[in-house]
């Protein structure tokens, strides 16, 4: 329950606090949790001439200005060529907090990127409040999760589609497998597993033609970084399979290794169980080699396609192809064929490189 409350007008509601569907005219309290989740209004205290915009709740893109009133949802984001942050332990009014991604997640920015310039400041003037039953509390995006599942016994197949690190084109490759196999005839879902709030990815693959899609905000996370994520991805699965797809695509955001915890759900028997054709976009042929031999050591199945920049040109695509053994195609200049690649193996689980050797 709260109190001492006041009305104001939001210039901007971030797709990150979605989830709790707000109007413009809200209400706020001073009496602030600061935990993941739960959704502060802040005063922005600069302009900026790039990273200068926030995805709204309504997926647009909107560009801010000092004095515009945001509304978004605490959280921390640990990314590799952006903008990484944390939630402090207390947040009162009146604290200085940064915008730390186009999403519009809000936290205390502990790393600049040197190409983005340093993070938008934003003064926190409250935390926004609804009313239930005529009660007032704090708005969460967790009161309005889809529910985690602890384990994940049946499924349609899953392809996976995972980079080398960020901005290597996984976006493109899900969006572009989502629509081949859409046109295929095929019944096909979508989800975004791991990385920080920004719900452009999942509505990209809903433009090409996916029948239901979801993300890991939906469960409830803001980003995926240092946490048990594994019901949540479980959770999106399952809530997935309702939809009766004949195929689930899941993206998997920021990089193979790093802090988002991809290698934890790629690694999960279960999941394995279900994947039937696992998509690796790279930059450069020492990303192509590390990820083959990281998947064959411990994920125990072999890449089925690698895309990405690495092949942009016929060097990259016959080095990979004959040096490594693996099929490579660009998503961009070859849709149809990455989308034939990925249907002709959609309905056959792989073997294991240890079972290849034994036959």
Known sequence: MT?????????????????????KELTITKSIVAQEGYVVAVKLLDDKDNYNKIENAQGDFIAY?????VIGALGER???????????RAIKVGDVLHILNMGGIIGFCQSPHPDFGPAMRAEVIGAVVTKEDDIQKHACIQ???IEWEYELNESVPLIAVT???????????????????????????AAKLTGASLMRDVRSMMEQGAIACTHFSEAGLVSTTGKNILPMAKGLIKHLNKQKPDL?????????????????????KEIQKFTSVHVVAA?????????????????SRSISIITGPVTDNLVGIQF??????????????????LGDWVADGAFTLPISPTDEFRI
């Open 163 to 189: 980079g080398t690190c960020m901005n290597v084109g996984k976006t493109m490759a899900a969006a572009q497998i989502v629509r081949q196999l859409a046109d295929k005839g095929y019944r096909v879902a």
């Open 320 to 337: 990979i192809q004959n040096t490594m053994g693996i099929r490579a195609v660009n998503a961009v200049a070859d849709p149809k064929k």
């Open 3 to 23: 109190t001492g409350t006041e009305t104001i007008t939001a210039n901007i509601i971030a797709s990150s606090s979605g989830a709790v569907k707000l109007e």
């Open 283 to 299: 930059q450069d042929f020492m990303g192509c080699w590390a990820a083959d031999h990281f998947f064959r050591k411990r994920y």
């Open 78 to 88: 640990q990314a590799l060529r952006g903008y990484s942050g944390v939630i402090p």
């Open 248 to 268: 689930i695509v899941l993206e998997f955001g920021d990089g193979i290794i790093g802090a988002y915890g991809v290698d934890s759900l790629l690694m999960d």
């Open 143 to 145: 009161d309005y999760a």
């Open 65 to 69: 200005k000092k004095g515009d009133i």
